[in-house]
């Protein structure tokens, strides 16, 4: 490791003080228990087979036993108008809901997919404890209408069961009326207006597309038919029939902005075409795909358009010394929004790691450059991993999006391609990377390591609740070492958890501010085949464990 690095981890890791050793080797006596931080200094400790919670002072040693009784009785809420579903934990808790409303509240509890199951109900006056465990989902039913949520936390908790429910409730549906005619598209800026139709705009109305148009030549063709049925003398047609080079209707894409500012396009790709169709935009409005089919038919290209810079590239394409099949032979189908890579000489036969990338959702005015699966995956390998983004749908909601949006896409891919089961990967960059923390730790058994680029691990939630399963995971942090300096208490907070509780952390820190350098994502592809062939990636790594 270089010295310029190794001085910088030295740096992150005395940072804090540590507290007395033989309190702090007190901690690790079991290490089963599970370990969180609760702020800048404390940490909690919940023992294995239920024993009794402590809040231990980093800064002193200093252990204080937690009465769970008592932090029940303190601990009265009412339920949530928020739906939740449950999230995976194995420490065990309680729940005790007290009853005060004029109904039977019957509980049900909500799995991760949002299936409900029935457990009892409660009375009017009366109380029940229910065993469950810490992140899990409970939902609240009197009278036919929903009351609320509410989730198990570390602590047994209490809930008080109200007449009104924490949901509004919901009003009457309007009479039905004639459905709202389309909004009208936008007015064409006048340089695309004097173009060919019919406009394509992107989904954000940001831009247009039109098209030039090439008129076919005429090229007429006399025919005689000399014994017509109907006439005794000879009859004259004439048609319109095209021979080999001739001018035929073209048609090219030129790309506009709303105010009619032209964005030039580069026409290498598609300069002679016999067709141009299959027009659509992404559903963030960045990119306009078209298939272009070439004169004379050796050339089959899907090609994609950043709306941005103007620049085309081919998606997939087939080219020929003869002619490409694509009356009979072509086919295309779009996989949802969702985007795809798959590896360069792909073998159908083979069951490919996966690489599920949860980009920065921030804007990409707020980085350097929007995120580009295919790009990022030139620099991490053509050949290795099968490689997909997912996209939240428009009514999704983001706190619930993101993980549907994960499994769907998780979904869709195996429906198609070969992909090994137990070697799937969450990849993600900046607060896409503490997604994917998030994800991982909360289903730590569905993935077989999680990477993320520059997103420091969410330390105020609760995610070691599995923690012998996230114990077992592998995962990557790679960061720049400027914000290693910026958020250094953070940095030492994260590797104390993962010390405490027993888990792995690889970290690697790295020179400049680019989270998807070649260096970092050429580290990436590496860690994974580790992970995959079995080689212990961690005697090059610094690890928290």
């Known amino acids: 490791m270089p010295a310029a690095l190794t001085t910088c981890i030295g740096a992150v890791l005395v940072l804090a003080a540590a507290p007395p050793a033989a309190d702090w080797d007190a901690l690790l006596v079991d290490p089963a228990a599970d370990a969180r931080w609760v702020d800048g200094h404390t940490v909690r400790v919940f023992p294995r087979g239920g024993g009794t919670p402590a809040e231990i002072d980093a800064r002193t040693g200093a252990r204080v036993a937690l009465d769970a009784g008592v932090a029940a009785a303190a601990s009265g809420r009412g339920l949530g108008a928020q739906e939740l579903r449950s999230e995976g934990g194995s420490l065990q808790t309680s729940i005790r809901f ?4 004029p109904l039977d509240a019957e509980l049900l509890w909500v799995d991760q997919r949002g299936r409900e199951r029935g457990y009892g109900r409660v009375a009017p006056g009366q109380e029940r404890s229910q065993q469950t465990f810490e992140g899990h989902a409970w939902k609240v039913v009197a009278g036919g209408r ?16 109200g007449a009104e429910p924490a949901v509004p ?3 009457a549906p309007a009479p039905a009326t004639e459905p709202p005619a389309p909004p009208a598209p936008p007015a064409l800026p006048a340089s695309a207006a004097a173009l060919h139709g019919p406009p394509e705009w992107s989904p954000d109305g940001a831009h247009v597309v039109t098209f030039d148009h090439v008129d076919a030549q005429k090229h007429p063709v006399h025919l005689v038919e000399s014994a017509p049925k109907d006439r005794v003398e000879p009859r004259m047609r004439t048609i319109q029939y095209l021979k080999p080079g001739d001018v035929i209707e073209q048609r090219w894409p030129r790309l506009f902005t709303r105010e009619g500012r032209e964005i030039p396009l580069d026409r290498s790709l598609f300069a002679n075409p016999w067709s141009i169709d299959g027009c659509r935009w992404s559903a963030d409005g960045r990119t306009f795909f078209f298939i272009y089919n070439q004169r004379g038919h050796q050339a ?20 020929s010394a003869t002619f490409v099949d694509y009356a009979d032979k072509s086919w295309c189908r779009w996989l949802g929004d969702d985007r795809l890579f798959t590896p360069l000489g792909h073998e159908p036969g083979y069951d490919y790691p996966l690489l599920v990338w949860l980009s920065d959702p921030a804007p990409a005015s707020a980085r350097k450059k929007a995120f580009d699966l295919g790009r990022v995956m030139k620099r991490v390998s053509l050949r290795n991993f099968v490689a997909v983004e997912p996209v939240i749908a428009a009514t999704e909601s983001p706190a619930m999006g993101l993980d549907d949006a994960v499994w769907r896409s998780i979904e869709r891919v195996r429906d198609r391609i070969a992909i090994h089961s137990q070697r799937i990967f969450l990849v993600g960059q900046g607060r896409g990377g503490s997604d994917a923390f998030r994800i991982a730790c909360r289903h730590p058994r569905e993935f077989a390591g999680v990477i993320s680029l520059g997103g420091p691990f969410p330390l105020e939630e609760s995610l070691f609740s599995q923690l012998a399963a996230v114990r077992r995971l592998p995962m990557l942090f790679c960061c720049q070492r400027s914000s290693v300096l910026e958020q250094a208490s953070h940095t030492d907070r994260t590797l104390r958890l993962f010390h405490a509780a027993g888990a792995a952390l690889a970290m690697r820190i790295y020179p400049g501010s680019n989270d998807l350098s070649k260096s970092v994502l050429a580290d990436v592809n590496r860690w994974i085949m580790d992970e995959v062939c079995g080689t212990p990636a961690a005697l090059h790594s610094l690890s928290a464990s």
């Open 98 to 101: 007290r009853n005060t409303g």
């Open 146 to 161: 929903t009351l609320g949520w509410v989730r198990g936390e570390a602590l047994p908790i209490r809930v008080d069961i």
């Open 169 to 171: 409730e919901k009003q």
């Open 300 to 319: 089959y290209r899907l090609l994609a358009v950043d709306a941005a810079t103007g620049a085309v590239r081919t998606v997939v394409g087939e080219e």
